[in-house]
C-alpha cells in the first residue's frame, strides 16, 4: 500500500455511526428499496412488507402505533425544506445522542452523528427549532434514529423505497440525507447515491467537516459551514471559498444579509440562504448567509453567529 494510500484511508476512516451503517448493509437495503438491485419485483414487495413490519415493531416498544410511518419528512413538516422549489424530502434524525438517548438504540454507547459541531453551532442548532422544539417531535427523532442504527438494511430499504415513491410521483427532487445531522454517504452509500443521480436527484447537504474529510462526487452538492473563529479561522473560510466551495454563515442582524463579507482580506458575495433550502443552484464560491434561528442562536455569546449592526433604510 502507497503512502498517499494509506494517508487517504485514514483521513477518511468511518466514523461509529458510519461504521454502523455501513456494516448493516444500509447500502444495500437503499439499493433494493430503490429497485436498483438485482431483486425480482416480487422479492422487492416482500422485502418492503418485511422492512415495514420491522420498523412497526420497533416504533411500538417505545408506546407508538403498530406502524411503520415514514423515514423521511415531507417539505410540508420542515419549513426550511418547504422553501424550496423542487420537492424536497430530508432525513432528520438526533444529532448529539446522549446518555439520556442510547435507550432507543439498545445500546450504552452515545453517537455523535454531528463529528464536526462545535459548541457554537451545537448550541444553535437547527435540530431544536420549529418542531423540534417539542418533546413529542425529539422523541419520533429518536425513535427514527434508533431504528437506522439498530437496522440499517431495513431502515435503507424504507428510504430507498421512499424515494423511488418521491421520484416516481414528482420526477425532479431534492433529498437531504443530513438534514440535523453530518454522515458522510459518500463513503457508506456511493452506489445509491449514483443510482440517485443518473435518476435526476439532486444530492445535496451542509456539513461541519473539513473538506479534506470529504469525498464529494459529482452531482453532491456540499456547503461548508462557519463556525467560531477558534474553529473555523477567516483565512480557513476564505481558502475554502477560493477553492470554488460554498460556505454558510450565520448572522445576527435586525436588517437584510450583507451583499459581502471580507475573510482574509477579501470580499466574498454573500447570498440568501433563507428564501430556499435548495443549495444545487448556488453560484460557486459564495457564502451562504443565514439569519439566526431560534432563541438559543439569538444569545449566541460563542462567535459562531457573525454580528452585524442593523442596516438603516434609505
Known amino acids: 500500500m502507497s503512502t498517499h494510500t494509506h494517508t487517504l484511508k485514514k483521513r477518511l476512516a468511518l466514523s461509529l455511526p458510519e461504521r454502523t451503517l455501513a456494516e448493516g448493509n444500509f447500502e444495500s437495503g437503499a439499493l433494493v428499496?430503490?429497485?436498483?438491485?438485482?431483486?425480482?419485483a416480487k422479492d422487492r414487495r416482500l422485502a418492503l412488507i418485511r422492512a415495514r413490519k420491522a420498523y412497526g415493531a420497533y416504533r411500538a416498544n417505545y408506546g407508538y402505533k403498530q406502524a411503520s410511518a415514514k423515514m423521511l419528512t415531507e417539505p410540508s413538516a420542515q419549513a426550511k425544506l418547504g422553501k424550496s422549489e423542487r420537492h424536497t424530502l430530508g432525513l432528520m434524525l438526533i444529532p448529539q445522542l446522549g446518555l439520556d438517548t442510547v435507550k432507543y438504540?439498545?445500546?450504552?454507547?452515545?453517537?455523535?452523528?454531528?463529528?464536526?459541531?462545535?459548541?457554537g453551532c451545537i448550541s444553535a442548532c437547527l435540530a431544536g427549532s420549529g418542531y423540534g422544539a417539542f418533546d413529542s417531535t425529539q422523541n419520533s427523532r429518536a425513535v427514527r434514529t434508533g431504528f437506522i442504527f439498530s437496522d440499517p438494511f431495513n431502515a435503507g430499504l424504507l428510504i430507498g423505497a421512499e424515494l423511488a415513491?418521491?421520484?416516481?410521483?414528482?420526477?425532479?427532487?431534492?433529498?437531504?440525507?443530513?438534514t440535523v445531522s453530518d454522515i458522510r454517504l459518500e463513503l457508506i452509500a456511493p452506489l445509491f447515491m449514483r443510482h440517485l443521480i443518473a435518476q435526476g436527484v439532486r444530492l445535496y447537504d451542509y456539513t461541519a467537516l473539513k473538506p479534506s474529510l470529504r469525498a464529494p462526487m459529482p452531482g453532491y452538492h456540499l456547503t461548508y459551514s462557519a463556525k467560531e473563529r477558534a474553529h473555523t479561522s477567516d483565512a480557513y473560510l476564505a481558502d475554502i471559498l477560493r477553492a470554488g466551495n460554498n460556505v454558510a454563515m450565520p448572522f445576527q442582524t435586525k436588517g437584510q444579509l450583507p451583499d459581502t463579507y471580507t475573510l482574509d482580506g477579501e470580499s466574498f458575495t454573500v447570498i440568501n440562504g433563507d428564501l430556499s433550502d435548495d443549495r444545487t443552484e448556488d453560484p460557486l464560491g459564495v457564502i451562504v448567509g443565514l439569519t439566526v434561528k431560534g432563541n438559543a442562536g439569538k444569545k449566541d455569546t460563542s462567535g459562531f453567529i457573525r454580528q452585524l449592526l442593523p442596516i438603516a433604510s434609505a
Not at 452523528?113 to 462545535?118: E, P, Q, V
Not at 415513491?165 to 443530513?178: G, L, S, W
Open 33 to 40: 428499496g430503490l429497485g436498483a438491485s438485482d431483486a425480482s
Open 105 to 119: 438504540l439498545g445500546t450504552s454507547k452515545p453517537m455523535n452523528l454531528c463529528a464536526g459541531a462545535s459548541k
Open 165 to 178: 415513491n418521491a421520484i416516481a410521483k414528482h420526477t425532479d427532487i431534492n433529498f437531504r440525507f443530513n
